[in-house]
């Protein structure tokens, strides 16, 4: 196995070419690929930075982009946003586990893929872009590599609470999910779901389970209802 100094330069020019941005300072990048296993200099004090440079630029990112939303609806998206399953997310679409430096029992147990490892890597490494180039330069980070709220992978009945949320923001009432269909072989099945608000059908949604047709049905609605916000 090739070791960490004779990796490193290679996939920290792969990492920016993906992120989009070129260190003037490869330390500060190289820094935040530390894992605390090598037991030197690591990545956690930019991690403390990194997660409030990311709280400010999506703080700034939904009050901009979401108009008609009040604080609370705010909140909720900032929380998905900035969670570990968005960063992991990130991280993972830029390969950031194999650039990260550990030592060898870290690598063994799966440290690359760990999505809390790379939560934390991908904090640190947006604290090095802005320690290298500034507060837009982590604002190009992030308008380049985030998801919008419906494309994160959320954890299971995230999207059915906050339609919820939506809903009922002025009084409205709950929801109600239905499934109205089921395919597939035994081991296999596809259920399908349609959730609606007041009698009327809102969307519908897939998945291999009940539950997971139900949050796709919800994740539907509620991009529905942002499209139809912004007109």
């Known amino acids: 196995m090739i070791g960490e100094t004779e990796r490193a330069p290679e996939t920290e ?3 920016m070419k993906a992120l989009g941005y070129t260190f003037r300072d490869e330390a500060l990048l190289r820094r935040a690929l530390t894992h605390p296993s090598m037991g030197r200099e690591d990545n956690q004090r930019l991690e403390f930075l990194g997660d409030a440079v990311l ?3 999506m703080s700034d990112r939904l009050y901009r ?3 008609q939303d009040r604080e609370g609806a705010l909140t909720h998206l900032r929380a998905l946003l900035v969670c570990e399953a968005a960063l992991s997310q990130v991280a993972a679409r830029l390969k950031i586990g194999e ?3 550990m030592d060898r ?4 147990t799966g440290g690359r893929e760990k999505p809390s490892v790379l939560c934390d890597a991908m904090e640190a490494v947006l604290a090095a872009v802005y320690l290298d180039g500034g507060m837009e330069a982590a604002r190009g980070v992030v308008e380049r590599c985030w998801p919008s709220p419906e494309e994160v ?3 299971m009945q995230d999207s059915k609470g906050q339609l919820q949320e939506v809903l009922q923001r002025d009084g409205g009432e709950t929801p109600s999910y239905e499934i ?3 395919s597939g072989p035994p081991h296999d099945p596809r259920f399908e779901a349609e959730v609606s608000y007041r009698g009327r059908a809102l969307a519908r949604g897939e998945g291999h389970t009940k539950k997971q047709a139900e949050q796709a049905a919800a994740l539907a609605a ?3 209802l942002r499209e139809r916000a912004k007109k």
């Not at 029992?105 to 063994?108: D, R």
């Open 13 to 15: 020019k792969t990492l």
């Open 180 to 182: 109205t269909g089921q």
């Open 55 to 57: 709280q400010y630029l």
């Open 222 to 224: 509620l991009k529905l």
């Open 65 to 67: 982009d979401y108009p």
């Open 99 to 101: 650039a990260l430096i």
């Open 105 to 108: 029992g870290e690598e063994l």
């Open 153 to 155: 992978s959320r954890p």
